[in-house]
């Protein structure tokens, strides 16, 4: 089980000096039409997300790889995809390279443009079942190989004893090597957040009309 950092005590250094570790921030992105509400939790999350990383790396050690969902080279090159994806995970990014963390290309390129394409399918509102069932068919095997080769590629690159840090959506269903420990970066605007997020939703829900009068 990931240890749910912004939930229970931050565990002493010497617990976790040995082997590798990896730190899974969940990924939450702005949209240009974002209330504000919504943009000061977004602010908090990664004020909170980039305090709780700078508390890691003074008891654990600095971060050495960084990975980025939807990053498909490494370096300087995959710090300007970051750039154009999210801003504020760019400026962690760019935060833990400035203290010599490595960005390292996480996705490959033509497996991410299956998925994503096999995505766009369903998402375009097909109407024959059988073409439904065949597009959802190559998209879950798509997901499948994106998954193995996001779990291969942090196994391939994380050394020994190295802290990766790993910024991805919640649901992504990668199964990490079982010799990496996993901590769940979950800061309390995070739920404050997803909160925000299901009292939207209920409140955008359409009324039931199925009730009686009365």
Known sequence: MPEELGKIEKPPAADFKKGRKLLFVPLIYRTEDAPEEYLAIFAR???????QISDLAAKLGE????????????GDEGDKTVAGLNEASHNLVQACRQ??????????????SEFM??????????????VVTKVYEAYQEAARKRTEHL?????????????????????HQVNFPPDIQLFYVAPPALD?????????????????????DG
């Open 45 to 51: 999350y990664w004020q909170q997300v980039n305090g």
């Open 192 to 212: 404050e957040l997803k909160r925000w997020l299901r009292e939207r939703e209920q409140a955008e829900a359409p009324a039931d009309d199925s009730a009686p």
């Open 117 to 130: 394409d096999w995505s766009r399918c369903l998402l375009i509102g097909l109407q024959n079942p059988r």
């Open 151 to 171: 779990a291969a590629r942090i196994d391939k690159t994380l050394g020994a004893d190295e802290i990766g840090l790993l910024l991805m959506r919640e649901g």
């Open 63 to 74: 971060v050495k790889r960084v990975y980025h969902e939807l990053v498909a080279v490494a």
């Open 99 to 112: 203290q010599k963390a490595q960005l390292e290309a996480l996705e490959d390129a033509d497996i991410l």
